[in-house]
């Protein structure tokens, strides 16, 4: 399989949701329209920000069918069809592929965890196999999936064995690992870094195409910062990074990422909702508190392009 690598911005969304905690569907369109006027080049749907271990396979077919109302050539859907079983995934796989995603990607088993390359390989290799039309991504995620094994290894123990692997979905911060990905069979992989506060560091060492949950609401500054990473302007990239680094810090002192940066959507126009158990969301004094924070980091200027 011949494949294109991604290079920009995809963001992670977030799952909407109504106040009885239902899947709320009616927002996407709009979410969608302004990812692609923030400049995004697609989202990678029901992964970690989009609480996709927190859905029904039911649900999460639901969501991808919408989401794939929005694709276009410059706009990818990456459905995230990780579970704790195969067989599980292997059916989000081939509903994704026969719906017309672009690509999919999928965590390793969270639940009896692979100890040893090749169980993880052998897993990857049946749900890959269930889309075999589409590029298939490893969701490297050790601080959540708790899979820590050598993405090295990973890539030369499934290459031969996964025809349709493009890369992994790098969130993680060993960035020597990543820089050897990147290195590993002339650069043929795919190699998407994970961690938005550190995308500089991604950049430098050779990424193109990065995924994370705050594009959905500071892709601006990202994309200033991927520019001005282009232009070797390494003192404006850093300045930005840190921008970046002072709202992150935020989120993860209100309940994390996927918390709060769902809490702040609605400020920027996408109601998204609260999340699902056993995420604990935020008590009304408590966003009260955030969005104050936020505020005193400048966040809402930082946002607005007229300001960048
Ligand atoms: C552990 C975690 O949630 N990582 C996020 C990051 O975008 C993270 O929210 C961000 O770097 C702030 O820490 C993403 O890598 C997760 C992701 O891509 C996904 O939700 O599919």
């Given at each position: ?174 960035f020597?690992?990543m820089q ?13 870094s994970?961690f938005d506060e550190m995308l500089l560091a991604g950049l430098a060492f050779g990424a193109k195409?990065t ?9 601006p500054l990202y994309n200033q910062i991927i520019n001005a990473f282009k232009n070797k302007n390494l003192a404006e990239a850093r300045a930005m990074q840190n921008k970046t680094v002072q ?61 960048l």
């Open positions: 399989m011949k494949l294109k690598k991604i290079n920009g911005l995809i963001a992670a969304p977030f799952t909407p949701m109504n106040e009885d905690g239902s899947i709320n569907l009616t927002v996407i369109e709009k979410y969608a329209e302004k990812l692609k006027k923030d400049g995004l080049k697609g989202v990678f749907i029901c992964g970690t920000t989009g609480e996709g271990m927190l859905l029904t396979n039911s649900e999460r077919k639901t969501i991808t069918k919408k989401w794939l109302e929005q694709q276009t050539d410059d706009f990818k859907i990456i459905v995230h069809v990780g579970t704790t079983s195969a067989k599980q995934s292997g059916e989000l796989a081939i509903h994704a592929q026969k719906s017309g995603a672009y690509a999919i990607g999928s965590m390793g088993p969270v639940f009896l965890k692979p100890t040893q390359t090749e169980e993880l390989v052998d897993f990857c290799a049946e749900v890959a196999g269930a889309a075999p039309d589409l590029p298939f991504y490893y969701y490297h995620i050790p601080s959540v999936s708790g899979v820590t094994l050598s993405m090295v290894e990973f890539l030369q123990k499934a290459a031969p064995v996964i025809p349709n692997l493009a890369g992994i979905k790098f969130t993680h911060n060993n020597m690992e050897q990905c990147l290195q590993l069979d002339d650069g043929k992989w795919d190699i998407l994970g195409g995924v994370g949950s705050t594009y959905n609401f500071m892709a709202i992150i810090n935020i989120l993860l002192k209100y309940n994390g990422a996927v918390v709060a940066g769902k809490a702040l959507m609605k400020s920027v126009g996408i109601d998204c909702g609260k999340c699902r158990v056993p995420l604990r969301n935020m008590t009304e004094i408590e966003y009260n508190n955030f969005i104050n924070e936020i505020k005193s980091v400048g966040f809402y200027n930082l946002i607005n392009p007229t300001n």
